[in-house]
T-cell receptor, first 116, second 111 residues
Framework: GAVVSQHPSRVICKSGTSVKIECRSL??????MFWYRQFPKKSLMLMAT?????????EQGVEKDKFLINHASLTLSTLTVTSAHPEDSSFYIC????????????FGDGTRLSIL | DAKTTQPTSMDCAEGRAANLPCNHS???????VYWYRQIHSQGPQYIIH???NNETNEMASLIITEDRKSSTLILPHATLRDTAVYYC????????????FGKGTRLSVIA
């Protein structure tokens, strides 16, 4: 069964709305989670690394004030797309892994965000 | 940038073995080879990973060349549900580092 849960699976909202996406590790604690976005027919692109109890690390070109990440517990990271605009429409995916050197990353089912 | 090279697309007849190649000629000694697949509109699914020995699980087999510069993912009996984009990724052993996705191989299983 799923080890990483992501919610909601689909969001459609008006331009200017802020949208929060949750990522939960179901049966393990994750001090680090990752957020990706994916445009149609493209590969996943890493947006940021979410660190429990500290600030997230953002990839170059990703606006931290636009994509707010909070990792307040060992099983939950949230991504908030603030004042979303149509160009923010995308497929957002999170991942997490159990601790240990070669543990595989497990991914949520993704959130499809559509901004009208 | 991704450190792997994969063919853009492949076809496979249903019931036959699907052999997906991956080139990772610059792999370091402390990097594993991971394989994931992504079915349309879903998150990537972990398949298998290995360091230098061949690996097998209920989903697939992973064959890594002795020099570790390339590998092959084998789906022994492909079904229509195996149609997906398959990603080969190298990742360091230690630390919780992110996966860097390349373009992958789009596998189409044909009835």
């Amino acid at each position: 069964g799923a080890v990483v849960s992501q919610h909601p699976s689909r969001v459609i909202c008006k331009s200017g709305t802020s949208v929060k996406i949750e990522c939960r590790s179901l049966d393990f604690q994750a001090t680090t989670m990752f957020w990706y976005r994916q445009f149609p027919k493209k590969s996943l692109m890493l947006m940021a690394t979410s660190n429990e109890g500290s600030k997230a690390t953002y990839e170059q070109g990703v606006e931290k004030d636009k994509f707010l990440i909070n990792h307040a517990s060992l099983t939950l990271s949230t991504l908030t797309v603030t004042s979303a605009h149509p160009e923010d429409s995308s497929f957002y995916i999170c991942s997490a892994s159990r601790t240990g050197g070669n543990q595989p990353q497990h991914f949520g089912d993704g959130t499809r965000l559509s901004i009208l | 940038d991704a450190k792997t090279t994969q063919p853009t697309s492949m076809d496979c007849a249903e019931g036959r073995a699907a052999n997906l190649p991956c080139n990772h000629s610059t792999i370091s000694g402390n990097e594993y080879v991971y394989w994931y697949r992504q079915i349309h509109s879903q998150g990537p699914q972990y398949i298998i990973h290995g360091l230098k020995n061949n690996e097998t699980n209920e989903m697939a087999s992973l064959i890594i060349t002795e020099d570790r510069k390339s590998s092959t993912l084998i789906l022994p009996h492909a079904t229509l549900r195996d149609t997906a984009v398959y990603y080969c990724i190298v990742r360091v052993v230690w630390g919780n580092t992110p996966l860097v996705f390349g373009k992958g191989t789009r596998l189409s299983v044909i009835a």
